[in-house]
Structure formats: structure tokens, C-alpha cells
T-cell receptor, first 110, second 116 residues
Framework: DAKTTQPTSMDCAEGRAANLPCNHS???????VYWYRQIHSQGPQYIIH???NNETNEMASLIITEDRKSSTLILPHATLRDTAVYYC???????????FGSGTQLTVLP | ETGVTQSPTHLIKTRGQQVTLRCSSQ?????VSWYQQALGQGPQFIFQ???????GRGNFPPRFSGLQFPNYSSELNVNALELDDSALYLC???????????????FGPGTRLTVL
């Protein structure tokens, strides 16, 4: 599986956009980028995924660069409840598992 | 629609004992995956069950085993517990085996296992 690199931690002011970067320079053409988050003591929560095009849903937007070597998860208006560890995962279509790294601890500050 | 549920919430065992953890998948989901999450780390894939058969396994020894029942619920069994087995055990359900871009996994709250 392609490896991902994420910053260990980030802070964001409440109400502002949170932009979480992820590098996946060895990604293959058929591998999807998934984002999950894990709030303390809870199971991971699916946020969004994409292949090549930018994606948006009710939770977030996913921006994937044209060369697909990096992506950014955008939470448009961060709230205190968005404080969590955010995982960027690259998954081959034939893989039956999600391979989690260490993720980014996002802290939303009041 | 009922989400993924797991039982028990917490469990304390001693080294050498055996443990069984349970998971009920989200309504309509026929695939269950189990993950182990040690403190401060991301979840690690243990195995997946689809149609009552193991359908992929991570780097875990045979003393980690599982079952899936006709109603798609699942059990994780761990024999000969070791101190390093202390972790949060997560169950995730999905519809069908994970295929390209089509099927995200929905996680339960986990079972916190402590081995003394």
C-alpha cells in the first residue's frame, strides 16, 4: 500500500476553515484516497474519499492535486466537536483493509 | 437504521486467558472487519469476514480467530492472551468486500481490552 505522510498536529480557530494536508507521493493510478477521523475513545468515522476529482459532501471537501501526489481535507467551518485525529489513507482497489498511519491531531480552539 | 455495536465495552483479563468479543454489523451490511488499536497508534487490520468465511488477514498470529454468523454478526476470539494484546478492538462493517471506491467501512465504538 502507498504510504501517507501527515503532520502530527494542527490547531484551528473555531469557525475558521481547517485544511489538513496529506502527502502520498507513491500513490498508484487506481488507488483511492480516504479520510477518516477518530474522536477520543470512539471508533473511526468515515469522512470522504476520492480518486482523481475533487469531492465534497456534507462534512468536508477533498482536494486532490493533479499529479495525485498530495491531497487536502477541508473542514469549511470548524467547530469544537471537530477536534479529533484525522487519518489519510490510500487504498488499492483490491485491498480488503484500511491501512491507518498515525494521523493528524486537529485541535479546534475556541 | 442501527449502527455497528460491540460488546462488551470494557474487559479485563489475565495473561494466558481467552477472550471473545462481539460485533453486530450495521443493518444490511454483510462484511465485517476487525482492527486492533494500541494506545497512541492507528488501527491495525486483523481480518475480514464475508459470507461467514475469512476473506483477508493482516499480520496477526493464529491465536486471533473469528466467526461470522448468518445474520452477519461476528466474534473475535483471542487465545493465550499476552500483555501486548491490551488494546482497543474495533469492528467495522461494510456492504460487500471493499471494492474500488464503492464501499466505506463503518466502525463501532470498540471494546477496550486490558490484559494484566
Amino acid at each position: 500500500d502507498a504510504k501517507t505522510t501527515q503532520p502530527t498536529s494542527m490547531d484551528c480557530a473555531e469557525g475558521r476553515a481547517a485544511n489538513l494536508p496529506c502527502n502520498h507521493s507513491t500513490i498508484s493510478g487506481n488507488e483511492y484516497v480516504y479520510w477518516y477521523r477518530q474522536i477520543h475513545s470512539q471508533g473511526p468515522q468515515y469522512i470522504i474519499h476520492g480518486l482523481k476529482n475533487n469531492e465534497t459532501n456534507e462534512m468536508a471537501s477533498l482536494i486532490i492535486t493533479e499529479d495525485r501526489k498530495s491531497s487536502t481535507l477541508i473542514l469549511p467551518h470548524a467547530t469544537l466537536r471537530d477536534t479529533a485525529v484525522y487519518y489519510c489513507i490510500v487504498r488499492p482497489p483490491e485491498s480488503r483493509q484500511l491501512t491507518f498511519g498515525s494521523g493528524t491531531q486537529l485541535t479546534v480552539l475556541p | 437504521e442501527t449502527g455497528v455495536t460491540q460488546s462488551p465495552t470494557h474487559l479485563i483479563k489475565t495473561r494466558g486467558q481467552q477472550v471473545t468479543l462481539r460485533c453486530s454489523s450495521q443493518s444490511g451490511h454483510n462484511t465485517v472487519s476487525w482492527y486492533q488499536q494500541a494506545l497512541g497508534q492507528g488501527p491495525q487490520f486483523i481480518f475480514q469476514y464475508y459470507r461467514e468465511e475469512e476473506n483477508g488477514r493482516g499480520n496477526f498470529p493464529p491465536r486471533f480467530s473469528g466467526l461470522q454468523f448468518p445474520n452477519y454478526s461476528s466474534e473475535l476470539n483471542v487465545n493465550a492472551l499476552e500483555l501486548d494484546d491490551s488494546a482497543l478492538y474495533l469492528c467495522a462493517s461494510s456492504l460487500g468486500v471493499l471494492l474500488a471506491g464503492d464501499s466505506e467501512q463503518f466502525f463501532g465504538p470498540g471494546t477496550r481490552l486490558t490484559v494484566l
